[in-house]
């Protein structure tokens, strides 16, 4: 079992940078692919990246593409979010997941097994 929390959000403006991080308890952190969800107020939780037990391979979803970027350090049991040229569109919780199964490509939320509690982040105009 892992514990997860996420730290990093907060209020910025349109066009900002802000990287969310993701510490993981536990000696296996390693044995867990990773991911990002967010969600929006009224909206549904919709995957935003996701990263392989190595970190060799990453994944995004399409409004994020080229904008965020998905890194972790094994040694610190931490995943990161970094998030450049926020739009107001990316205001949402947002939530680090772990799960169990090495699958690349994963995006949805009912594959990953353990959640965070989730990191507000707000992007004004």
């Known amino acids: 079992q892992v514990q997860l929390a996420e730290s990093g959000g907060g209020l910025v403006q349109a066009g900002d940078s802000l990287r969310l991080s993701c510490a993981a308890s536990g000696r296996t952190f390693s044995s867990y692919g990773m991911g990002w969800f967010r969600q929006a107020p009224g909206k549904e939780r919709e995957f935003v990246a996701g990263i392989s037990r190595s970190g060799a391979n990453t994944w995004y979803a399409d409004p994020v593409k080229g904008r965020f970027t998905i890194s972790r350090d094994n040694a610190k049991n931490t995943v990161y979010l970094q998030m450049k040229s926020l739009k107001p569109e990316d205001t949402a919780v947002y939530y680090c997941?772990?799960?169990?199964?090495?699958?690349?490509?994963?995006?949805?939320?009912?594959?990953?097994?353990?959640w965070g509690q989730g990191t507000q982040v707000t992007v004004s105009s």
């Open positions: 997941a772990a799960k169990v199964l090495e699958l690349i490509g994963s995006v949805r939320d009912r594959e990953y097994d353990y």
